[in-house]
């Protein structure tokens, strides 16, 4: 066939790297961020065809306004002592986050992630699902875990790897499993989550039951292939599931540009796949209740997935092993323009005379003595590196349901050892 | 060379009536009377449903248990996979398909990170009851992609098991365990064997199971205890340990060569029979390793090693690995790749040199 | 939280298994398929952003009408030459297959596959882009080389691993390699060669070439996560790619809902991208010409990717392995709507009195001659299983640049084991 | 310790001026370099860019070098490498980095049937000229996704080479002989000793290379040969066949107990340096494998069956294996997995129990 583009005459191409608009140093100005007012997305019925509301993939399903209103069709209209709860749910983790991330620093675990900045998108979400649905967390939903009452003593437990900690030590800190908690294991390698989430609605589904799985991951995260098999397993299948994909801006120190987000929103994806998509304003919790009880309606009626993009952002460094400092303006997370998601619920439960400063300041103060007294308590069973908290001989328990012979040798092998050597640990510790 | 592989009654549990079986057969069976005795095991992967699979191996499922329980699915080993974790999370028992070995790869993760890892890193409190069937092996001039056997890899990785049958018994029998077992299996099928034993002389006419005393298969329930070799022929000059379609090729070649090898078929790799392994080596003190895989690092490494570490002082003779080489599966010379009687034949040679 | 869902009242969830609507025996009727009429797709200009034309991924772009005109904005205004060069190729394409088909039937090599009833999808597109471009295609489009004028003496050699096989009997038949002519090695593992063609794209513009690169894979195969990584990185970097989505309604056995095509197009993939996406005729091989030109032209302007989803059928068997009359009904391929692209174009030249159905019999009757011509030609380098066409030490040849100490051990233990054995193979053949 | 890894001054094509790096640095040095006589070398992989990745070995190189030619990826592990792979058929000589070796799975298949076939599937038309980086190896208290050591799957692989540095210095080298290298090559970076050899001794004070000879690395250009091993220690007592963090914890203890051992550093698993490997074993009559991976077909086991193939009539003693056990990677028992010095001291004495 003819050239019909003798290459003489054409341009050079470029590549296209994308750089986020602020790095260390920058002044910040997030008026390029849209951000369409409250109450003003539509909310389609639960039973509308996924192909109906394609634009609230484009917009920001937002119910609180800056006066502290909660305005328009998505308003949960809940009761003040939902939203209280709420609240103290989301101060609690906030609580949390401080005293462990502190803990790590003062050397009594080995790493930490805080939820700071994003601590509406986990808590709202599990007041709008039934305790009994399915969560499939990634390693920054330990809202979830709160929400729902879960122990803080075992969470920490389980990040001092200490006696106590039911995992027996075998993870990394905030890797948390809680079966009865409708918590799925956390993976450190990520978004394998999505497909396993789907995998348990299709059951569900396949069962005649009528709970439901949610499952998150962060917008980074989007980019992985389970990412993909997941929504189209779900779309083939209409399987019960709500996608969440935690937009906080950053992965590591990439910015949202390196998942795509130059070219569209994450919501878009669900476009995509022809399935349910929301864009929600991730700092607003009454948005994020909203978005996930109507998600979670469409799923418990056979209406199938829907994918829901918080918009939030990701207020601190990426973990403790992380400087945010090294790649990003640190104006950022105060110029955020959708704001605290604490301050915007308590102003709303202001506003409307449910709450005042006084309760609110008191209430911290609760939660932090809360949060250390359970700190103290969690302490008691040990922190990681000072002694041995678990039997040597349970590095081998659950590699398999009963140990092969192979195993065993091995055990008996590392127990020897020890008895052989110097090694100072503390079998009893 | 069928009468040389003993009959299994011995290991039936329930053994009335049997019929004839191919391995195929017999795969079928094994999925299909568990579906009648476990609601919860289900069945899905790629053209498995209406179908019933490019080898036909869920012929008929779909249509006995309906679309819910026996379907299709996406083209995607690892939402496969990754959908399989959660069923079982859930309190399914998966039975995926991957359609050729070789297309396993891109479910690896869920497979090392998730399914072998579930119930260690949340200390029991889920689990990954899955079984992964998947036709593995080449000598059907299927070419780089229709060929591999990467049954090595799972070795290495802890937390799940790997069961390779060498008979339609066998095959039905450790398939019913592996679909029990309440840890992630791979259950790689040597599809070169599923109509019939194959002696490794690819010029020479193909058999069926319909002669082979284990293409007899009882029609019911039974099951064969994972991690159990099996002698498949016994002897005192040598033992060789092999698995899947080598099994029948080295039997013909100690057959034609006349030697009085001990044939000891692996069926497990992970966990591997030591005893009868370390029984058999220290008694005939010679040991030969075969499989089809590449060389380096393929499972026949691992035998080596603990043979080696168990047996040093009863070897008599270096232990020799005979296996496919390290190269990609050729399409023309197929047969130059495998390795067939005269591989085997020489590295008998060698090593009962001294004998 | 409270649930608010108490479980009693729930109904049972069910699970969605897809189903296609005739299986065998059923009778066909495609009135459901939504064909809208030649001309009226609109056609956005190529620097327009992908947000733009987000519409052309829910239609059809198509060109001839039921009457063989070329009708609306996506007219590429072919001179007849150019068409009826399309046809020869077309039709040299379908000789080609037939007789290969034929060949491996009568034992002549292990397999085959066919692209019948979809030439018009790899024929055209050859058509459209540069010579130069690189093509990173499925199995299924032989029709690449065959319109870049490529020697079928050479696809034929490789389909008979014979002495004449460049690729040296290494590859299953059909996973051609011709760096040449500008094809990239098909690989037997699905949809690899999609991340592929866009790290080479984004060479390509990385050092400022001239050259894109294009794509094809099926619709079944777009489940894989190597699709989604492709889309994510093209719309990430806006790499100079064609991404073709060969939507031939089958995958083996499966049909197009179990890779999502009950919730949506295939095209509208790239919506969820954020990238060009385009719907196509994918029988009408001026539509198909016209989309390539255009996302071509995107992409040599740095506008980036487009994702172009060919309608099509597959009317034969997925290949030689297989029977597609357990699956489907036999009705299907004569019922599809979309009629038969080389009739169409065949049509088309007639109507415009460019052609006539005696010169197109005898160019059959020629083609159908050159291709036995070529296969005679072919033979005599030797057919598959018949003698050893390469030197059996070809068989490390190409594991490495060059071979390390273990692999030459190993050769020299594969021709000792032939000396020493009786083996049956003709060094020589 | 330090002192007992041999000066590597007779490598050195072109040493001079050298200067003090730890292993990073030296990393860092030779994706510069060849940056800099290369203009087809790019750097690419999740936030190596404008942080310079997590573990800092790209800082520096966006600026330098612009960000068409360093820059971060989305995090899709499968979409880097393949990628990668069509950058390497235009042309390009990508150095692609996987953030951990734990998170290499996802890229499975486009590393090996991908990179690792196109050579051969093409009769070398096309080829793969990458080199893919990855920190890999624990005991940093990572847990399971950050502490993996999994280079045992790649050497099964035909088509990929595996190369692995102890030191700064060889680190290097190797890494610019793998970027030159016109076959796809996994480089696995031990991050244990990124900052100072570690002699296995956890809780004892760190070291930093500063004060090792092989932390003296020439600034410029120069080159280690793949498929090249190094004496680290010349004895007779034994052979240790060791690589990466190993190599030290091994020479640490070797020198506690005071045993003549031959310490082999492999720095390439494939190909394989067996003259060196054999002449030691069969110089010591006895040999030790060590590696931090799991047990169970580990690259010990080809090693271990390799040795005993070619240098079974040398071997006084049983080879054994020393290797972390068949479990995932613990988080506060990682010490208990980790073949430290009582492990390799305990098969020391029962390898040189009857010398
Ligand atoms: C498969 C895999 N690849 C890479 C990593 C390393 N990693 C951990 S978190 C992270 C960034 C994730 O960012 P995002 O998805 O946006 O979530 P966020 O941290 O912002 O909540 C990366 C690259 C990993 N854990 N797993
Ligand atoms: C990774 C992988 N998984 C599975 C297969 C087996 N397989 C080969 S072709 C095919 C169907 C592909 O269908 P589609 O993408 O629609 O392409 P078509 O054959 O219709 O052109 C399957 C499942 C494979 N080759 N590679
Ligand atoms: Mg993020
Ligand atoms: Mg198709």
Redesign the pocket.
Same mark, same amino acid.
């Given at each position: 066939m003819a050239s019909e583009h003798p290459r003489a005459n054409l341009q050079p191409l470029t590549l296209h790297i994308p750089e986020p608009k602020f790095r260390p140093g920058d002044a910040v100005d997030f008026a390029e961020v849209d951000v369409p007012p409250a109450g003003e997305a539509r909310r389609p019925d639960t039973a509308d065809k996924a192909s109906d509301f394609i634009d609230l993939a484009y917009t920001l399903v937002r119910v609180l306004d800056d006066d502290g209103n909660a305005v328009g069709p998505w308003d949960p209209k809940l009761s003040p002592d939902v939203m209280r709860r709420m609240l103290r749910s989301m101060a609690l983790l906030r609580a949390f986050d401080e005293r462990m991330f502190r803990a790590q620093r003062q050397g009594k675990t080995s790493f930490y992630?805080k939820a700071l900045g994003?601590e509406a998108v986990a808590v709202a979400a599990a007041y709008a699902l039934d305790h009994e649905d399915m969560c499939f967390p *990634?390693? &920054?939903q330990q809202g979830l875990l709160i929400a729902r009452g879960w122990s803080l003593v075992d969470m920490m437990n389980q990040i001092y790897s200490n006696t106590a900690d039911r995992l027996g030590g075998k993870q990394l800190p905030i890797m948390y499993s809680v079966k009865e908690a409708g918590f799925f294991s956390i993976s =450190?390698?990520? #978004?394998?989550q999505y497909p396993q989430a789907v995998g348990w609605a299709m059951a569900s589904a396949a069962k005649g039951d009528t709970r439901i799985a949610a499952t998150w991951? =962060? !917008?980074? *995260? #989007?980019a !992985?292939g389970d990412f993909h098999s997941a929504c189209t397993f779900a779309a083939v299948y209409r399987a019960p599931v709500i996608f969440n994909v935690?937009?906080?801006?950053?992965?590591?120190s990439?910015f *949202?540009g390196f998942?795509g987000a130059e070219a569209t929103t994450f919501a878009a994806r669900a476009v995509g796949y022809g399935i349910a998509g929301l864009r929600v304003d991730g700092n607003d919790a009454l948005a994020v209740y909203a978005a996930t009880e109507w998600a979670a309606e469409r799923a418990r009626t056979n209406q199938g997935p829907t994918l829901i993009e918080h918009f939030t952002y &990701?207020a601190e460094g990426? *973990?403790t092993s992380d400087d945010p400092g090294q790649y990003r303006s640190e104006g950022e997370p105060n110029a955020w323009p959708l704001g605290d998601p604490i301050k915007r619920l308590k102003d709303h439960l202001i506003a409307i005379g449910e709450w005042d400063e006084e309760r609110h300041a008191a209430q911290d103060k609760e939660l932090a003595e809360q949060v250390k007294a359970a700190q103290k308590e969690a302490e008691k069973n040990g922190i990681l590196g000072h002694g041995l908290h678990q039997p040597l001989e349970s590095l081998f328990d659950g590699v398999f349901e009963e140990l092969p012979w192979h195993l065993k040798e091995q055990r008996q092998q590392m127990l020897d050892e020890e008895t052989a050597s110097g090694r100072p640990w503390d079998r009893k510790a | 060379m069928s009468d040389m592989i003993e009959a299994p009654v011995s290991e039936t549990t329930d053994a009335e009536p049997t019929t004839r079986m191919n391995m195929i057969q017999a795969i079928n069976s094994a999925m299909d009377i568990m579906m009648e005795r476990d609601p919860d095991v289900i069945v899905m992967g790629e053209d498995v449903g209406y179908f019933g699979g490019v080898f036909r191996a869920t012929a008929g499922l779909q249509a006995k248990h309906g679309k819910t329980r026996v379907f299709d699915t996406p083209i995607t080993e690892c939402g496969i996979i990754g959908v399989a974790v959660g069923m079982g999370a859930y309190g399914l028992r998966p039975v995926p398909e991957i359609q050729f070995a070789d297309y396993i790869y891109p479910a690896l993760?869920q497979l090392v990170s998730e399914a072998a890892r579930l119930r260690y890193r949340s200390a029991g409190e889920f689990t990954s009851p899955i079984t992964v069937r998947s036709p593995f092996g080449g000598g059907i001039f299927g070419g780089q992609t229709h060929s591999q056997s990467p049954e090595g890899l799972f070795t290495h990785m802890s937390g799940i098991k790997t069961v390779i049958p060498s008979t339609p018994y066998d095959a039905k029998g450790l398939l019913i365990a592996a679909i029990e077992d309440n840890d992630p299996t791979l259950f790689f099928e040597p599809k070169r064997i599923y109509n019939g034993p194959f002696d490794g002389y690819w010029d020479r006419p193909s058999q069926n199971w319909s002669k082979h005393p284990a293409g007899e298969v009882p029609t019911g329930y039974y099951k064969i205890e994972l991690g159990k070799a099996k002698i498949v022929r016994a002897g005192e000059a040598l033992t060789i340990l092999a698995y899947g379609t080598m099994v029948h090729v080295c039997a013909a070649v100690v057959a034609e060569a006349g030697i009085d090898a001990e044939i000891v078929d692996l069926r497990t790799l992970v966990p591997l029979d030591i005893e009868t392994i370390e029984a058999s080596v220290k008694k005939t003190g010679r040991c030969m390793i075969v499989h089809e895989a590449t060389r380096t690092s393929g499972f026949g490494a691992e035998l080596s090693a603990i043979v080696q570490e168990r047996c040093f002082y009863h070897l008599e003779a270096p232990i020799e690995r005979v296996t496919g080489f390290d190269t990609p599966y050729p399409h023309s010379l197929e047969w130059a790749y495998f390795p067939g009687p005269v591989r085997i034949g020489e590295a008998l040679k060698k090593i009962m040199k001294d004998a």
């Open positions: 992630m994003e *990634s390693y &920054r =450190g390698n990520l #978004t394998t991951c =962060g !917008e980074g *995260s #989007t !992985e935690v937009n906080n801006q950053w992965a590591i990439s *949202s998942a &990701r990426h *973990s | 993760d």
